[in-house]
């Protein structure tokens, strides 16, 4: 059964920095790529960010390309999103997920895994 823990989202000013972290457990990171998608009041939910299974390749948003950095530690099965100079229009709940079927990224209508989402708040 595909789960997702995030961890790490907090109150943060505009222009500092947040790790968030995503536990995975029922696969294992060398099984499916892994996304992370953010939703805010009243919008769309987005893809920000994804990294694949077989070579470490990444996929950013536009919105957040040179300011966010995805990573895995297959050892510990969890996904790490580093935030760097964060903005207001960052604030959303955070959640990971997967297709569960491809080590490659995907687009965001194909993610069938998610989990409950870290929330994050910028505002000074």
């Known amino acids: 059964q595909v789960q997702f823990v995030e961890s790490g989202g907090a109150l943060v000013q505009p222009g500092g920095s947040l790790r968030l972290s995503c536990a995975a457990s029922?696969?294992?990171?060398?099984?499916?790529?892994v996304g992370w998608l953010r939703q805010a009041p009243g919008k769309e939910r987005e893809a920000v960010s994804c990294i694949s299974s077989s070579d470490g390749s990444t996929y950013y948003a536009d919105s957040v390309k040179g300011r966010f950095t995805v990573s895995r530690d297959n050892a510990k099965n969890t996904v790490y999103l580093q935030m760097n100079s964060l903005k207001p229009e960052d604030t959303a709940v955070y959640s990971c997920?997967?297709?569960?079927?491809?080590?490659?990224?995907?687009?965001?209508?194909?993610?069938?895994?998610w989990g409950q989402g870290t929330q994050v708040t910028v505002s000074s």
């Open positions: 029922g696969f294992t990171l060398d099984d499916y790529a």
């Open positions: 997920a997967t297709d569960a079927l491809s080590g490659d990224c995907v687009v965001l209508d194909e993610y069938a895994y």
